[in-house]
C-alpha cells in the first residue's frame, strides 16, 4: 500500500511539473501561452550501399596468371548517429563457424574482408569479431558512400579452384553504435 | 467668440441627449423613473490547456526507421469574442529569428507548426507572422473545460537523420493570439 501511495505521489509530482512547464493564457486583448518541445533518439546505425561482387573467370584467370590476387571493392555507406559518428562493423561468412568461405556445394575456398572508412580508419575483418571504431557521416552519404568494402581471393586460393563450377557465399556485415 | 459660442451648444446637446435617456419620475402617488444600461467589451482572446510536447527515442527511432516523419498534436482551448468566433496565431520559435528550431546547446534541429480551428484542416504557420483568421466555438474564456484548436507539431524524416545520440533537443514555442 505505501509502494502504491509512493507511486502516486510520483505521478502527481511528474503531472505538476509538466503542468508548470506549459505557460497558459489569461484572457484579455491578446492571449499568449507557450510550450516546451523537446526530442531525442537512441543511437542508430546503417549500413547501405551495398553491392553484390562477382569474381569473373576473366579476371581470376588474369589473377592467376600474373600471380596476383583478386581483388573486389564496394563503396557503400556507413551511418551512425552518435556524436563522433562512430560505428563498428562485425563481419561473418556463410562458411563453417562464420568463416569467410565460399563454395559450389562441394567445395570451399577461403576469402578475405578488409573496411576501411572515410578517415582511414579499420583494415582486415576478423569473422565474427568486432572491428575497430570506423566513422560515418550523413544518413545516406547523400546518396553515395563513405567506406571501402574490400574482398580479396588469395592467388593461392585462385590456383585451388576448379572449373565448370560457381563458388558463392554470403558476407553479413553487422553494424553497431558501439 | 463664435467658435466659443458653437463649443457650448454642442456641449449642452450632449448633456440633454445623456439626460433623455434616462427618464425621471413626476411627483404622484407612485414615481417611475428608468435608466438605460450599456455594456460595452472589448475585443478579448484566450488561449489555455497547452501542453509540452515530448518525440521521445522510440518514436524517433520507429521514424527515422521507416523514412516517415514523426508529428505530435494537442488539442487546447482557444476563446475568442468576436462575434464570428475569429481569431488568429502568431507562433514564434525560440531560435535564430524566432525561427522554429530546437536545440542541445550545439546542434539545431527544425521544426514545423500546424493550426487547426474549431472547423477546418491544419494550416502550416509560419515563425513571425500572423496566420489567416481561425474561428473558434468558445463560448467562455476556458473553453467550459473542452478544447476548440488543434496545434500541432512535425518534425521531418531528414532532419531525424541530422539528430545525434545521447542528447536532447529542445525548444520553446510562443503562441501569441489576437482578435484582429
Not at chain 1, 19 to 33: E, H, I, L
Not at chain 1, 37 to 54: F, G, K, S, W
Not at chain 2, 160 to 179: F, H, N, Q, R
Amino acid at each position: 500500500m505505501e509502494f502504491v501511495k509512493s507511486a502516486l505521489a510520483i505521478l502527481a509530482l511528474s503531472a505538476s511539473q509538466v503542468a508548470v512547464a506549459a505557460t497558459q493564457g489569461t484572457p484579455g486583448p491578446t492571449s499568449t501561452g507557450t510550450v516546451t518541445i523537446n526530442a531525442t533518439i537512441t543511437p542508430e546505425v546503417q549500413i547501405n550501399n551495398l553491392n553484390d561482387l562477382t569474381f569473373t573467370a576473366t579476371e581470376l584467370r588474369t589473377a592467376l596468371n600474373t600471380g596476383a590476387d583478386a581483388v573486389k571493392k564496394d563503396v557503400v555507406c556507413g551511418f551512425s548517429n552518435n556524436p563522433d559518428r562512430s560505428y563498428f562493423v562485425t563481419a561473418t561468412g556463410d562458411g563453417s563457424g562464420g568463416a569467410f568461405r565460399l563454395t559450389d556445394g562441394t567445395r570451399s575456398i577461403a576469402y578475405s574482408v578488409e573496411y576501411l572508412d572515410g578517415f582511414g580508419n579499420g583494415g582486415a575483418l576478423t569473422a565474427g569479431t568486432k572491428s575497430v571504431a570506423h566513422r560515418g557521416s550523413d544518413f545516406n552519404c547523400g546518396g553515395s558512400g563513405n567506406a571501402v568494402l574490400t574482398i580479396n581471393l588469395a592467388n593461392s586460393v585462385i590456383g585451388s579452384m576448379e572449373a565448370t563450377t560457381t563458388y558463392t557465399g554470403v558476407l553479413t556485415l553487422l553494424v553497431t553504435p558501439t | 467668440m463664435n467658435f466659443l459660442k458653437l463649443s457650448v451648444s454642442v456641449a449642452a446637446i450632449s448633456l440633454s441627449v445623456q439626460a433623455f435617456a434616462a427618464t425621471q419620475g413626476t411627483p404622484g402617488p407612485t414615481s417611475t423613473g428608468t435608466v438605460t444600461i450599456n455594456a460595452t467589451i472589448t475585443a478579448e482572446v484566450n488561449i489555455t490547456n497547452l501542453n509540452d510536447f515530448t518525440f521521445d527515442a522510440t518514436t524517433l527511432r520507429t521514424a527515422l526507421n521507416t523514412g516517415a516523419a514523426s508529428s505530435k498534436t494537442d488539442a487546447v482551448c482557444v476563446w475568442s469574442n468576436n462575434v464570428d468566433g475569429g481569431y488568429f496565431i502568431t507562433a514564434t520559435g525560440n531560435g535564430a529569428s524566432n525561427a522554429f528550431t530546437l536545440n542541445d546547446g550545439t546542434r539545431t534541429l527544425p521544426y514545423t507548426v500546424n493550426w487547426t480551428g474549431t472547423s477546418g484542416s491544419a494550416t502550416a504557420l509560419t515563425a513571425g507572422t500572423k496566420s489567416a483568421k481561425f474561428t473558434s466555438n468558445a463560448t467562455a474564456p476556458d473553453c467550459g473545460g473542452a478544447t476548440t484548436a488543434t496545434l500541432g507539431i512535425g518534425i521531418a524524416n531528414a532532419a531525424i537523420a541530422t539528430m545525434e545520440a545521447t542528447t536532447t533537443y529542445t525548444g520553446v514555442l510562443t503562441l501569441l493570439v489576437s482578435p484582429t
